[in-house]
Each structure stands twice: as structure tokens, then as C-alpha cells.
């Protein structure tokens, strides 16, 4: 069994920063592929970035690209998302998932992810 257990969310202003972090418990030694998604009200769940444990490869929403970095922390098991000149428009709840076991070649689909966790709130102002 694996959890997720989010943190770091908060209120900021736009071009703020926020770090969230992703501890991930359960099948430690086991190559996972963890993602983040948002979902913002009345919008449907969105993925946001996506990293391989077992590479470093990471891939990136067009929207977030060059503003937001997805890294990992195998020693804390913490996959960390450093959220930088944050918009309103990235107010949303952020969850990470995880599909485990991964063994890499591509990216998951939403479906394949079948551990989330509860979620941390991202609210930014104008």
C-alpha cells in the first residue's frame, strides 16, 4: 500500500512563490512515477508535472513550464514541487498520485494513477 501525504499549500500574492511537498510512504525500494495535478473549482482535474524515481526524467504542463520545478528527495521519500511567479489563474487544490510499480518508457495516463493523496489548497491574488 502506498500514501501520499501533501503539504505547504498557503495564500500568496501573484508572482509569489510556494514549495509543496509529496511524502510518499509504502514501497520504498519500488520505482514509482509520482505526478502532481490541481483542480480548480468548476474545472475538471488537471495534471500539473510528473516524475519518474527511478530517472530524472520529468515532464511539464505547457502552462507551468519554466515557472514551476518537480524534484525528489529519495532519503525524506519527499517529492517536492517548487512553485515559483505563481498566477491566479494556479489557484486550484494541488494532490500528488502515484502509479507503482513504473517501469518507465512513456507517461501514465490520469487512469493509471491509482494513489492520491488529500490534497493541499493554493490560493493566489492579484
Known amino acids: 500500500q502506498v500514501q501520499l501525504a501533501e503539504s505547504g499549500g498557503g495564500s500568496v500574492q501573484a508572482g509569489g512563490s510556494l514549495r509543496l511537498s509529496c511524502v510518499v510512504s509504502?514501497?520504498?525500494?519500488?520505482?514509482?512515477?509520482i505526478g502532481w495535478f490541481r483542480q480548480a473549482p468548476g474545472k475538471e482535474r488537471e495534471g500539473v508535472t510528473v516524475?519518474?524515481?527511478?530517472?530524472?526524467?520529468?515532464y511539464y504542463t505547457d502552462s507551468v513550464k519554466g515557472r514551476f520545478t518537480i524534484s525528489q528527495d529519495n532519503a525524506k521519500k519527499t517529492v517536492y514541487l517548487q512553485m515559483n511567479s505563481l498566477k491566479p489563474e494556479d489557484t486550484a487544490m494541488y494532490y500528488c498520485?502515484?502509479?507503482?510499480?513504473?517501469?518507465?518508457?512513456?507517461?501514465?495516463?490520469?487512469?493509471?494513477?491509482?494513489?492520491w493523496g488529500q490534497g493541499t489548497q493554493v490560493t493566489v491574488s492579484s
Open positions: 509504502g514501497y520504498t525500494y519500488i520505482r514509482k512515477c
Open positions: 498520485a502515484a502509479v507503482v510499480p513504473w517501469y518507465g518508457g512513456r507517461w501514465p495516463t490520469r487512469s493509471e494513477y491509482a494513489y
Open positions: 516524475t519518474d524515481t527511478g530517472s530524472t526524467n520529468t
